[in-house]
């Protein structure tokens, strides 16, 4: 494979992270804590959006070899997503009388429930959209570019998603309030904003996203019960790379993150041995790098991240 | 929280056993009387061959093992509110540690004896808990749960990827028991003789070398496990323990009263991931046998249950909650084999265990058994320690500083 | 504590009326908003000096930049004659400045007396492994810990407090034990965020003879507070921050016929 071609994979796989980064950014700074059940909403989007698909079917016609009917389905797991994350709002988190650790810690035993009914309802095993696979789109081989026309539709449904939350955030009422709230929970208490209204429509939207990444996760790869949590170390390093708390950061950390972790085979051509298998570890050590530098991200404004620094 | 502070707890040296079941919480009493009636179970049991003993045994060590596994985490999350997700893998860097360094197809020095493993294990552990904590403990403590929990996924890889060092997924076999080559001890299970008891006519309990080896390998936990919940106890009622446990509570006031917290923070961290090697080193010369699969991430999750359910920065709560935590794990096991239940047992574990977290959030953040009193040097306050909430500040006395 | 620390509190009582403490030029600006804006200003050697300003003034940043827990853009802080800025929050507290928070966390699961306990500095019981290697040493520093806590307790007149859980106490309880505790770092200098909000007026009363009396035995204190009463009857000289500068500085009846003070509270939306 050349080193293109690589990046053209990184391309699709970045378009995911970026889905997932941007909505676990989003429910960081606006429900204040680290939501580590954030990967496993993912597999529910992904899951919602495949039994939405065996009910719905393909519809006929399609769009860039995908039926129309799959992008229903995934607004389904869209939609999905966002009603699990508010039922797991009211249920879970709202009634907590604990800091933000707590609710870190208690993210991970939602996190478990997902995924334990998930594997209890279709198994530990793979499961496929049934759409045929599709070759390599023709025009872009002599370029040394191998992507089907399922990548290209991947890369075309996260920039239309990234360029709407980037209209909902700076066009909106919503996205006004929300941006407040993101800076100064107190300050939007007290100039009238109603919070907690807020607070669950950044549930919807970043578990929404969240169920989109999931859905096109699926396509990319396949779906299985562990599915989310596998990418979520991978997210966390997009966000903590992009500053928490900072959407735009997240962006630009998930595309970084993501373009890294599928070029890693290319580190053995200069010397470091290392297979496909480390991107997961390239993405940690990244991370790990970012806080030892820069504890704020690239985005961040210095005061959202370290202490005492 | 409601508790009541300078309560007795069962650790006095007070042998007036009504005065001492008198001073228990209502929780304190149930937990007594089902742990009695466990243990009446148990030798039922055992006394009817429905439970081998050897089998009890291993599972005993296995109940020591979590138990260790849960001190080490709680003097990180119980004692500073350091959040460590890594827990499996500190406890998969001691158990590597050691086969790596006694087992017969190490690709790396096989043959050593244990001690070199447990200390390899334990050196090991120790330079990448440092490693993991110089770039986390300054921040938030979100940022070491995150960071833990990529730590964790980096160690699995490594040890399922780097064959020529690990033999990846084969695992390594042929590992001695701990006190193979020691004069006595390592010839002791061989030693003695077979015995058998039979205590209801027809099924005779038979205790051959396999009990007495399992009977060794409790007694090496018993004596980590000791040793462990002795220093712990002592760090946590010391001016040490006291500074973590402000850290947890609100680091800026440790800072603003002139505490270097980055530096207490990583020490328990250390601290921490030393136990768990150790509970790794165990585990290798218990099972015999290492491979990767030890190191999934369920493990550190048992733990925390463990640690939430007994009491977050409660040494005897975190000796409660590992054994709890194996009667779930075989317990899941044994509703599997009952079968009436058409489910897996993979998944229905991970969901009992999320619950459990989600649960005891809610309804018991504190856990079963929070540390009850006032937690002071002990030879501070000498044999005048306080004892319930109305008694005055204590005289000092000169009491013995070693207790 | 280092060797300046103690030389300048030997020096204490000759030098009345030098500088304790310096601010000069200090910036701090958090994205846009500048909230400390060439700040400078003098504590005194054995005053009670008073910070006072509308809201959002920046009197608690301007706290944060002087105990080393934000770092400042430019500028610097002198305590003792030492240059502290950009050292961490312990450093700054080794040069003999302890501050309070304006809401402190209460410790879950310890009583006061434990509380009290994290006060004194450089326990040889706070090295672990002084724990095991000196546990008599440890011992018997923790019952010199204990007899100053006791007495502490009965100079603030919460001795009946001693056993309490810390987390059943009241917000002005827990006020003086902050205070009391603060004390037992033996400071030469204590900042108090704010030491009277939402304390009833008996316990403001009782938490302003503290101050004196602490203030006559050699601490210099610099003190926030939105209460002008409690601030005008206490502290002398008063500096006024406004939009993160130093408006004007003077005696308590110099800054209640300041007309400019006056506006910026006007201005700020009153205190």
Same mark, same amino acid.
């Given at each position: 494979?050349?080193?293109?071609?690589?990046?053209?994979?990184?391309?699709?796989?970045?378009?995911?992270?970026?889905?997932?980064?941007i909505g676990?950014?989003i429910i960081?700074?606006i429900a204040? !804590?680290?939501n580590?059940?954030h990967?496993?909403t993912?597999?529910v989007g992904?899951?919602?959006?495949?039994?939405? !698909?065996?009910?719905?079917?393909?519809?006929?016609?399609?769009?860039?070899?995908?039926?129309?009917?799959?992008?229903?389905?995934?607004l389904?797991g869209i939609a999905i997503a966002a009603l699990v994350a508010i039922v797991t709002e009211k249920?879970?988190y709202?009634?907590?009388?604990?800091?933000? =650790?707590?609710?870190?810690? +208690?993210?991970?035993?939602?996190?478990?429930?997902?995924?334990?009914?998930?594997?209890?309802?279709?198994?530990?095993?793979?499961?496929?959209?049934?759409?045929?696979?599709?070759?390599?789109?023709?025009?872009?081989?002599?370029?040394?570019?191998?992507?089907?026309?399922?990548?290209?539709?991947?890369?075309?449904?996260?920039?239309?998603l990234?360029?709407a939350v980037?209209?909902l955030l700076?066009?909106t009422?919503l996205g006004?309030k929300m941006?407040?709230?993101?800076?100064?929970?107190?300050?939007?208490?007290?100039?009238?904003?109603?919070?907690y209204r807020i607070k669950l429509w950044s549930w919807v939207l970043g578990a929404g996203l969240a169920g989109a990444?999931?859905?096109?996760?699926?396509?990319?790869?396949?779906?299985?019960?562990?599915?989310?949590?596998?990418? #979520?170390?991978?997210?966390?390093?997009?966000?903590?790379?992009?500053?928490?708390?900072?959407?735009?950061?997240?962006?630009?950390?998930?595309?970084?993150?993501?373009?890294?972790?599928?070029?890693?085979? #290319?580190?053995?051509?200069?010397?470091?041995?290392?297979?496909?298998?480390?991107?997961?570890?390239?993405?940690?050590?990244?991370?790990?790098?970012?806080?030892?530098?820069?504890?704020?991200?690239?985005?961040?404004?210095?005061?959202?991240?370290?202490?005492?620094? | 929280?409601?508790?009541?502070?300078?309560?007795?707890?069962?650790?006095?040296?007070?042998?007036?056993?009504?005065?001492?079941?008198?001073?228990?919480?209502?929780?304190?009493?149930?937990?007594?009387?089902?742990?009695?009636?466990?243990?009446?179970?148990?030798?039922?049991?055992?006394?009817?061959?429905?439970? /081998?003993?050897?089998?009890?045994?291993?599972?005993?060590?296995?109940?020591?093992?979590?138990?260790?596994?849960?001190?080490?985490?709680?003097?990180?999350?119980? !004692?500073?509110? %350091?959040?460590?997700?890594?827990?499996?893998?500190?406890?998969?860097?001691?158990?590597? /540690?050691?086969?790596?360094?006694?087992?017969?197809?190490?690709?790396?020095?096989?043959?050593?004896?244990?001690?070199?493993?447990?200390?390899?294990?334990?050196?090991?552990?120790?330079?990448?808990?440092?490693?993991?904590?110089?770039?986390?403990?300054?921040?938030?403590?979100?940022?070491?749960?995150?960071?833990?929990?990529?730590?964790?996924?980096?160690?699995?890889?490594?040890?399922?990827?780097?064959?020529?060092?690990?033999?990846?997924?084969?695992?390594?076999?042929?590992?001695?028991?701990?006190?193979? /080559?020691?004069?006595?001890?390592?010839?002791?299970?061989?030693?003695?003789?077979?015995?058998?008891?039979?205590?209801?006519?027809?099924?005779?309990?038979?205790?051959?070398?396999?009990?007495?080896?399992?009977?060794?390998?409790?007694?090496?936990?018993?004596?980590?496990?000791?040793?462990?919940?002795?220093?712990?106890?002592?760090?946590?009622?010391?001016?040490?323990?006291?500074?973590?446990?402000?850290?947890?509570?609100?680091?800026?006031?440790?800072?603003?009263?002139?505490?270097?917290?980055?530096?207490?923070?990583?020490?328990?961290?250390?601290?921490?991931?030393?136990?768990?090697?150790?509970?790794?080193?165990?585990?290798?010369?218990?099972?015999?046998?290492?491979?990767?699969?030890?190191?999934?991430?369920?493990?550190?999750?048992?733990?925390?249950?463990?640690?939430?359910?007994?009491?977050?920065?409660?040494?005897?709560?975190?000796?409660?909650?590992?054994?709890?935590?194996?009667?779930?794990?075989?317990?899941?096991?044994?509703?599997?084999?009952?079968?009436?239940?058409?489910?897996?047992?993979?998944?229905?574990? @991970?969901?009992?265990?999320?619950?459990?977290?989600?649960?005891?959030?809610?309804?018991?953040?504190?856990?079963?058994?929070?540390?009850?009193?006032?937690?002071?040097?002990?030879?501070?306050?000498?044999?005048?320690?306080?004892?319930?909430?109305?008694?005055?500040?204590?005289?000092?006395?000169?009491?013995?500083?070693?207790? | 504590?280092?060797?300046?620390?103690?030389?300048?509190?030997?020096?204490?009582?000759?030098?009345?009326?030098?500088?304790?403490?310096?601010?000069?030029?200090?910036?701090?600006?958090?994205?846009?908003?500048?909230?400390?804006?060439?700040?400078?200003?003098?504590?005194?050697?054995?005053?009670?000096?008073?910070?006072?300003?509308?809201?959002?003034?920046?009197?608690?940043?301007?706290?944060?930049?002087?105990?080393?827990?934000?770092?400042?853009?430019?500028?610097?802080?002198?305590?003792?004659?030492?240059?502290?800025?950009?050292?961490?929050?312990?450093?700054?507290?080794?040069?003999?400045?302890?501050?309070?928070?304006?809401?402190?966390?209460?410790?879950?699961?310890?009583?006061?007396?434990?509380?009290?306990?994290?006060?004194?500095?450089?326990?040889?019981?706070?090295?672990?492994?002084?724990?095991?290697?000196?546990?008599?040493?440890?011992?018997?520093?923790?019952?010199?810990?204990?007899?100053?806590?006791?007495?502490?307790?009965?100079?603030?007149?919460?001795?009946?407090?001693?056993?309490?859980?810390?987390?059943? %106490?009241?917000?002005?309880?827990?006020?003086?034990?902050?205070?009391?505790?603060?004390?037992?770092?033996?400071?030469? =200098?204590?900042?108090?965020?704010?030491?009277?909000?939402?304390?009833?007026?008996?316990?403001?009363?009782?938490?302003?003879?503290?101050?004196?009396?602490?203030?006559?035995?050699?601490? +210099?204190?610099?003190?926030?507070?939105?209460?002008?009463?409690?601030?005008?009857?206490?502290?002398?000289?008063?500096?006024?921050?406004?939009?993160?500068?130093? @408006?004007?500085?003077?005696?308590?009846?110099?800054?209640?016929?300041?007309?400019?003070?006056?506006?910026?509270?006007?201005?700020?939306?009153?205190?």
């Amino acid at each position: 494979m050349s080193a293109i071609e690589f990046a053209a994979n990184g391309v699709v796989y970045s378009s995911i992270i970026v889905l997932g980064s941007i909505g676990l950014a989003i429910i960081y700074s606006i429900a204040g !804590f680290a939501n580590f059940a954030h990967g496993d909403t993912m597999t529910v989007g992904a899951y919602a959006a495949f039994v939405a !698909f065996g009910i719905i079917g393909g519809l006929g016609f399609g769009v860039l070899g995908l039926p129309i009917g799959f992008f229903l389905a995934l607004l389904v797991g869209i939609a999905i997503a966002a009603l699990v994350a508010i039922v797991t709002e009211k249920i879970v988190y709202k009634p907590l009388e604990i800091g933000s =650790i707590g609710l870190l810690i +208690t993210s991970i035993g939602v996190a478990f429930v997902y995924r334990a009914m998930i594997q209890l309802g279709f198994g530990a095993d793979a499961n496929r959209f049934d759409i045929p696979a599709q070759r390599p789109i023709e025009e872009l081989i002599p370029y040394g570019i191998r992507i089907t026309s399922h990548d290209l539709a991947i890369v075309l449904s996260a920039t239309v998603l990234v360029v709407a939350v980037h209209v909902l955030l700076q066009y909106t009422d919503l996205g006004r309030k929300m941006r407040a709230m993101a800076d100064n929970p107190d300050l939007a208490r007290a100039s009238g904003i109603r919070t907690y209204r807020i607070k669950l429509w950044s549930w919807v939207l970043g578990a929404g996203l969240a169920g989109a990444g999931g859905g096109f996760l699926g396509l990319y790869n396949n779906l299985n019960p562990r599915m989310g949590f596998s990418v #979520l170390l991978v997210i966390f390093a997009a966000v903590i790379l992009g500053g928490i708390g900072s959407v735009y950061g997240a962006m630009l950390g998930g595309f970084l993150i993501g373009m890294v972790v599928e070029m890693t085979p #290319l580190l053995s051509r200069v010397g470091i041995p290392i297979g496909v298998d480390y991107g997961p570890a390239v993405a940690f050590l990244i991370m790990v790098a970012v806080l030892l530098v820069r504890p704020t991200g690239i985005a961040g404004d210095g005061t959202a991240g370290g202490e005492g620094i | 929280m409601g508790q009541q502070a300078g309560r007795e707890s069962e650790m006095s040296d007070r042998f007036d056993i009504g005065a001492y079941w008198e001073d228990f919480t209502p929780i304190e009493r149930v937990l007594t009387a089902a742990l009695g009636i466990v243990t009446l179970l148990l030798i039922l049991f055992l006394g009817t061959g429905r439970l /081998g003993p050897s089998y009890f045994l291993f599972l005993f060590g296995l109940g020591g093992m979590y138990a260790l596994l849960s001190l080490g985490l709680n003097s990180q999350w119980g !004692f500073t509110g %350091l959040i460590n997700f890594s827990v499996a893998a500190f406890f998969g860097i001691g158990a590597y /540690g050691a086969a790596l360094m006694t087992g017969s197809n190490s690709p790396i020095a096989g043959g050593f004896n244990p001690i070199f493993g447990l200390l390899i294990g334990l050196l090991l552990a120790g330079i990448i808990a440092v490693a993991i904590g110089i770039p986390t403990l300054r921040l938030r403590a979100d940022y070491l749960a995150i960071a833990t929990l990529g730590l964790a996924e980096v160690i699995r890889l490594f040890l399922q990827n780097e064959r020529q060092w690990t033999n990846g997924s084969a695992g390594i076999r042929g590992i001695p028991s701990f006190f193979e /080559g020691w004069p006595i001890l390592g010839e002791f299970p061989r030693l003695m003789p077979g015995l058998e008891i039979g205590i209801i006519p027809g099924t005779a309990i038979v205790l051959e070398t396999t009990f007495w080896r399992q009977l060794l390998n409790v007694s090496l936990m018993l004596v980590f496990l000791g040793a462990v919940f002795f220093i712990l106890r002592r760090a946590q009622r010391s001016p040490w323990g006291r500074l973590q446990r402000t850290i947890r509570a609100d680091e800026d006031l440790a800072k603003a009263l002139g505490k270097n917290t980055y530096r207490y923070k990583m020490q328990a961290f250390v601290l921490g991931s030393l136990i768990m090697a150790l509970a790794g080193v165990f585990y290798a010369h218990l099972n015999l046998f290492v491979n990767p699969g030890d190191l999934d991430p369920i493990t550190t999750f048992y733990v925390w249950v463990a640690v939430i359910l007994g009491g977050s920065g409660s040494n005897r709560g975190a000796l409660l909650g590992g054994f709890v935590v194996v009667a779930i794990r075989e317990g899941s096991r044994f509703a599997n084999d009952i079968a009436f239940i058409p489910l897996d047992a993979a998944p229905l574990r @991970l969901l009992l265990i999320g619950l459990l977290i989600v649960l005891v959030m809610r309804f018991r953040p504190q856990g079963l058994l929070p540390p009850q009193r006032e937690l002071i040097w002990p030879s501070a306050v000498g044999n005048k320690a306080p004892s319930g909430p109305d008694k005055g500040v204590p005289q000092s006395d000169g009491g013995d500083p070693n207790e | 504590m280092s060797e300046s620390t103690v030389n300048a509190q030997t020096n204490a009582h000759m030098s009345k009326g030098d500088v304790l403490m310096r601010v000069e030029d200090l910036q701090k600006s958090f994205g846009a908003l500048q909230v400390t804006d060439h700040a400078s200003f003098a504590v005194e050697r054995g005053s009670i000096t008073g910070l006072i300003g509308p809201n959002g003034a920046g009197k608690s940043t301007m706290f944060n930049l002087i105990s080393g827990f934000y770092q400042p853009e430019g500028g610097s802080v002198e305590v003792n004659d030492a240059d502290v800025t950009g050292m961490q929050p312990y450093e700054v507290a080794e040069h003999g400045l302890i501050r309070t928070f304006q809401t402190p966390r209460k410790v879950e699961g310890m009583t006061v007396r434990e509380a009290m306990l994290v006060g004194p500095q450089n326990q040889p019981g706070e090295s672990f492994f002084e724990l095991f290697t000196a546990p008599s040493r440890v011992g018997e520093a923790e019952r010199e810990n204990l007899d100053r806590v006791e007495q502490v307790l009965e100079e603030f007149e919460i001795d009946h407090l001693a056993t309490q859980p810390a987390t059943d %106490l009241s917000g002005g309880q827990m006020k003086l034990v902050e205070l009391a505790r603060a004390m037992l770092a033996k400071p030469d =200098i204590l900042l108090l965020d704010e030491p009277v909000a939402g304390v009833n007026p008996t316990l403001a009363n009782k938490l302003a003879d503290q101050i004196r009396r602490l203030n006559e035995a050699g601490t +210099t204190f610099l003190i926030i507070e939105h209460d002008m009463d409690f601030i005008m009857n206490l502290a002398d000289p008063i500096i006024v921050l406004d939009q993160g500068s130093v @408006l004007t500085e003077g005696t308590p009846d110099d800054i209640r016929a300041n007309e400019r003070v006056i506006d910026a509270y006007l201005g700020g939306g009153g205190a």
